[in-house]
């Protein structure tokens, strides 16, 4: 993934707003409400936060987090809550996570999805006082497995060729 003989191009802004997109449909499959099933918005608004955090930042989490709130039917602001939480401690250790192989990337992104769990957890306890069984954060391990996954397809599109072709512009 990290490979020095790769340099990714640009992202493009809309292969950024395609991948949210497809995202956010994932997101809408039925069984998105299933035990262990990732949240694909909250990894892919992950993963454009680390690797491009001045194009997608925390008013996209925001809108993202409103769009998962109205399809969910659930408190109108509790993902939008999580998302920009998640979106803005993303940003922040970004430069920090990118020096690192894709593994152990996996392994400083899980303590950012099991908070933005954790903040989502905080808002339905406070609103109906439930608590869920004991396999609630499992979705945060599952994405975290399936971070290099998500590394390798989301950056494919940014990679030049190892071997120079005078026929390819690049």
């Known amino acids: 993934m990290n490979d020095p003989h790769y340099i990714l191009l640009p992202a493009s802004p809309w292969f950024i707003a395609l991948t949210l997109i497809a995202a956010f449909l994932l997101n809408l499959l039925p069984w998105g409400q299933w035990v262990g099933v990732p949240d694909f918005v909250a990894l892919v ?4 936060s680390i690797h491009e955090p001045r194009k997608v930042g925390i008013s ?3 809108l993202m987090g409103v769009l998962m709130d109205v399809n969910q039917a659930s408190l109108l602001g509790e993902n939008a809550l999580a998302y920009t939480v998640l979106s803005y401690f993303s940003i922040t250790i970004h430069r920090r ?3 690192f192989p894709v593994g152990t990337q ?4 899980l303590p950012l999805l099991l908070l933005s769990q954790a ?3 905080v808002v ?3 609103v109906s006082g439930k608590f869920p069984h004991w396999y609630y954060f499992s979705e945060s391990f599952v994405c975290a497995i399936l971070w290099p996954l998500v590394c390798w397809l989301l950056l494919a599109p940014q990679r030049r060729a190892i071997n120079r072709d005078d026929n390819r512009p690049i």
């Open 119 to 121: 903040v989502q957890l």
């Open 106 to 109: 996996a392994l400083h992104i």
């Open 97 to 99: 996570v990118l020096w």
């Open 45 to 48: 608004l992950v993963f454009w």
């Open 60 to 62: 996209i989490a925001f």
């Open 124 to 126: 339905k306890l406070m």
